[in-house]
């Protein structure tokens, strides 16, 4: 999958291999919660955590982080699991904390015989005054010195299902008045009298992100554990906990970098979750959503996600890259691998008045050979039939041409692509007036699209045989907010999303080959863009992305 540039955790990685800090080995691990499907952010996080590994010969664990059984769900981790895959890693091992809860229950149990923890009393509120401010102390809890016995006593009880949801927590017991609040007393276990999707009901409490992910990190041999900013302030208490464990090995290094957002789009799951509720995408694989599954819908190739998020850089500052980068990444691995077709997705009927009849009086089909991928000459070429009466867009023909119009209108001569020089005539109109039919001839000596006596024209148009066309849907895409960092205005990103993000042409005429294109296949509509085939929905295309240089106006 290639080599992540060097970064300063490449830095730290080989620092640590070179003093021997962990043997020399290298474990990452990658750990969602199971809370949603991944984004373009997570996808950043899974090229640094498995790149790492992979540039350094270790190995990377798949960790479903499922500690929260209130907005966890096994469809969750099913979508995690294919989506890592399609982006092209393979986990050395799918692990959950979960399967850990029996093991961090004993060392909690430990923690409190040791002094290291207590079971407060106090209500959330009434915890979270307690803990201060930045130059504010700390409250030391009235449950803070009871005694080791007591406590353990309580969290049997806790674990057993006695408590009501709310009325107990474990909290280690460090120092209430450390400038940093992590360590202010942090809670380790709450009470949940709910079922996890893995554990059933055999637990009344859960342990905190905190108290699980260090120890997770610890029991699976990790060395070094990659994740975002907002974490930095929680390393601290990574270490505390892990300081107080008996470890056979190293501690695993907690290694924080700036999360990657993009314009026009929000990477948080718990926004993504509320346009997905509030139906304003069809699900979380829309193909407007920034989640790996809409971006796979929407002809996103793995290939290049991977290569814009190693090629950002991975630093400690955040910042906010452009979708307009993402999408050239996309671009170049379609303008190598897209077969090319034609599309109209504006149909208007252009009948070329002099085009011959054969003996019975049917038109005559000519076939054009014209190539799969100028690109690509293995690809080959495909039979593009052609006849008397066609489609083309709407857009290519102006009754009245403004100024610098060049494609077609009476009089004008162009190119239809690869076959033929026409000319228009005259039109049929509707009642309303509107253009519904343009009239036109061609010039048989213009075969392949080259006038005999060499003379030029300044357009070249795209079109389909009317004959032969089979019917589709395009599916064009604007961004999802208006906003280039949504929510900076008031604070709220969803006051910048963008009513019409999508629209759905269900007239397109395409060229008949596009009926044997395959679900998720990406072609090039010539002169129109890249267009994905849904894959649940044949017919169904979604602009992946525009062309960047459209051919001859
Ligand atoms: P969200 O706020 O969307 O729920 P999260 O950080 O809580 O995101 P997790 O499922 O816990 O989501 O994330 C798994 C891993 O992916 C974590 O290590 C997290 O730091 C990383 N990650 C999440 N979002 C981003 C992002 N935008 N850029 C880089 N890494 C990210
Ligand atoms: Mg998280
Ligand atoms: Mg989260």
Redesign the pocket.
């Known amino acids: 999958a290639g080599t992540t540039p060097s970064n300063f955790i490449s830095d730290i990685v080989a620092g640590d291999i070179e003093r021997g800090t962990h043997g020399g080995r290298v474990q990452t691990r990658?750990?969602?919660?199971p809370n949603?499907f991944l984004h373009i952010?997570?996808a950043?996080?899974i090229v640094v955590d498995f790149g790492t590994a992979q540039d350094f010969g270790g190995t990377c664990y798949l960790r479903l982080?499922d500690t929260n059984p209130e907005t966890e769900e096994e469809a969750f981790v099913d979508s995690i699991v294919g989506d890592i895959a399609w982006l092209g890693y393979e986990p050395a091992e799918v692990c959950h904390a979960s399967d850990y809860f029996e093991q961090l229950y004993t060392w909690a149990e430990d923690f409190i015989s040791r002094g290291l923890a207590y079971v407060d009393e106090q209500d959330s509120e009434t915890i979270s005054a307690g803990r201060g401010g930045y130059g504010k102390p700390g409250i030391e809890s009235p449950f803070r010195d009871r005694s080791p016995e007591e406590s353990l006593e309580i969290f049997r009880g806790m674990r057993a299902g006695k408590f009501p949801d709310g009325s107990r927590v474990l909290r280690a017991r460090i120092d209430m008045q450390h400038e940093n609040m992590q360590l202010r007393d942090p809670i380790m276990y709450r009470i949940r009298n709910m079922s996890h999707h893995r554990t059933g009901d055999t637990w009344a409490i859960y342990p905190t992100y905190d108290w699980a992910h260090g120890q997770s990190d610890a029991i699976e041999g990790v060395t070094h554990s990659i994740?975002?900013l907002e974490f930095e302030t929680h390393r601290p208490l990574y270490e505390w906990f892990l300081s107080h464990l008996e470890l056979e090995q190293a501690p695993p290094k907690q290694i924080e970098f700036a999360?990657?957002?993009l314009t026009h789009t929000v990477?948080?799951?718990?926004r993504l979750a509320r346009l997905v509720a509030d139906g304003v995408v069809d699900g979380w694989d829309d193909a407007r959503m920034p989640t790996l599954s809409g971006l796979r819908r929407r002809g996103y190739p793995a290939e290049a996600i991977r290569s814009f998020c190693r090629e950002v850089g991975t630093t400690r500052t955040n910042s906010r890259h452009s979708i307009e980068a993402l999408e050239s990444y996309v671009r170049k691995v379609h303008n190598v691998r897209a077969q090319r077709r034609m599309a109209v997705l504006h149909p208007l009927r252009l009948v070329l008045d002099n085009w011959p009849s054969d003996a019975d009086g049917n038109p005559v089909v000519e076939y054009f050979e014209v190539a799969n991928n100028p690109e690509r000459e293995e690809d080959g070429t495909r039979q593009v039939a052609f006849s008397g009466e066609l489609w083309i867009e709407q857009e290519d023909f102006a009754e009245v041409p403004p100024p610098k119009y060049f494609r077609l209108s009476p009089g004008r001569e162009v190119r239809l692509r690869g076959a033929y020089l026409v000319t228009a005539t005259t039109v049929d109109k509707d009642d309303d007036g509107n253009v519904v039919t343009v009239h036109a001839t061609y010039d048989p000596a213009s075969k392949g699209g080259t006038a005999a006596d060499g003379r030029k024209v300044k357009s070249t148009m795209h079109w389909v045989s009317a004959h032969h066309a089979v019917d589709g849907t395009a599916a064009l895409y604007g961004r999802l907010f208006t906003a280039e960092a949504p929510g900076e205005r008031t604070g709220e990103a969803l006051d910048d999303l963008n009513p019409d993000s999508r629209e759905l042409l269900t007239a397109c005429r395409l060229e008949a080959a596009l009926a044997d294109a395959t679900p998720g296949e990406v072609v090039q509509f010539e002169r129109l863009g890249y267009f994905a085939v849904d894959p649940d929905q044949p017919g169904l295309f979604h602009r992946t992305v525009g062309l960047r240089d459209e051919w001859a106006a």
């Open positions: 990658f750990p969602p919660e949603g952010g997570h950043k996080a982080d994740c975002t999360r990657l957002e990477t948080s799951k718990r």
